[in-house]
């Protein structure tokens, strides 16, 4: 078992990977969380110059993410009580805790799979926004 600091290091490269599978630039993450997690700051996170974030900005990690808020905490370096409270949120119909019977291969390719449903929603709305642009200058 990972001591807390060992944690706290690996925290923030844990976080990168996690962003970057899920297809989300800092900007992005800034954005979906409301301004709560600043995009440089994060950065600092995630490249081990600041190796221990408060609860909060962690909840809100967890929140843009769709990551359980206390296995983040630990992952985070913080003591947390054994029976802490599980995860039951829904994550469009499907329970959190499904997901944590998979091997990491297996959540590799499904955090892949959304990245590529990201990207793929993104170049129909850019599309369409083109496409509405030029409607409006062609009048």
Excluded: C
Excluded at 80 to 109: A, C, F, N, S
Aim: cysteine-free; glycine content about 6%.
């Amino acid at each position: 078992m990972a001591t807390p600091t060992e944690r706290r290091d690996q925290f923030g490269p844990y976080l990168k990977e996690v962003r970057t599978k899920l297809g989300l630039s800092l900007r992005k993450v800034e954005e979906f969380s409301n301004g709560k997690i600043h995009n440089a700051y994060l950065s600092q996170i995630e490249s081990g110059r600041t190796k221990s974030p408060n609860p909060d900005l962690v909840a809100a990690i967890a929140e843009v993410y769709g990551l359980d808020y206390w296995n983040l905490l630990y992952r985070a370096g913080w003591a947390i009580p054994e029976d802490y409270p599980k995860d039951e949120r829904d994550w469009h119909g499907w329970p959190l805790r499904d997901l944590l019977d998979l091997t990491k291969d297996e959540m590799d390719e499904l955090l892949d799979f959304a990245a590529y449903l990201r990207r793929k929603r993104d170049r129909k709305t850019s599309t369409g926004k083109v496409a509405a642009r030029r409607r409006s200058t062609t009048r």
